[in-house]
Nanobody
C-alpha cells in the first residue's frame, strides 16, 4: 500500500522560507511523477508543482520563481522549497504520486501558515 508522508509545514512570517518533504513507500518511486498541491480554506485544491521521473518541472505562475520542487530517488523523497512566502500561500499542502496508468495517490497534508 502506498504511503506518502509529508513534513516540514508550520508557521512562517511573510517573506520567509519553508522546505516541505514527502517520503514515499509501498510503490515504485523513481518512474513516477511527483507533485505538490494545496488547498486554502474555502478554495479549490490547486497545483503547486510537479516533477517527472526525468526531472522536468512545472509550476503555475502564482509560485514560479519562488517555489522549487526537487526529488531524491535514492531517498524516495520529494521536496518543495518555498521562498518569499506570502499570506496567500497559506494552505494545506499535499504530496502526490502520479502513476503511468493515470492513478494518483495523495498524502495526508501538512499545514503551512504565512502570517506576521
Amino acid at each position: 500500500q502506498v504511503q506518502l508522508v509529508e513534513s516540514g509545514g508550520g508557521l512562517v512570517q511573510p517573506g520567509g522560507s519553508l522546505r516541505l518533504s514527502c517520503a514515499a513507500s509501498g510503490t515504485v518511486f523513481s518512474t513516477n511523477t511527483m507533485g505538490w498541491y494545496r488547498q486554502a480554506p474555502g478554495k479549490q485544491r490547486e497545483l503547486v508543482a510537479t516533477i517527472t521521473s526525468t526531472g522536468r518541472t512545472n509550476y503555475p505562475d502564482s509560485v514560479k520563481g519562488r517555489f522549487t520542487i526537487s526529488r531524491s530517488n535514492a531517498k524516495r523523497t520529494v521536496y518543495l522549497q518555498m521562498n518569499s512566502l506570502k499570506p496567500e500561500d497559506t494552505a494545506v499542502y499535499y504530496c502526490t504520486l502520479q502513476r503511468i496508468d493515470g492513478s494518483t495517490s495523495w498524502g495526508q497534508g501538512t499545514q503551512v501558515t504565512v502570517s506576521s
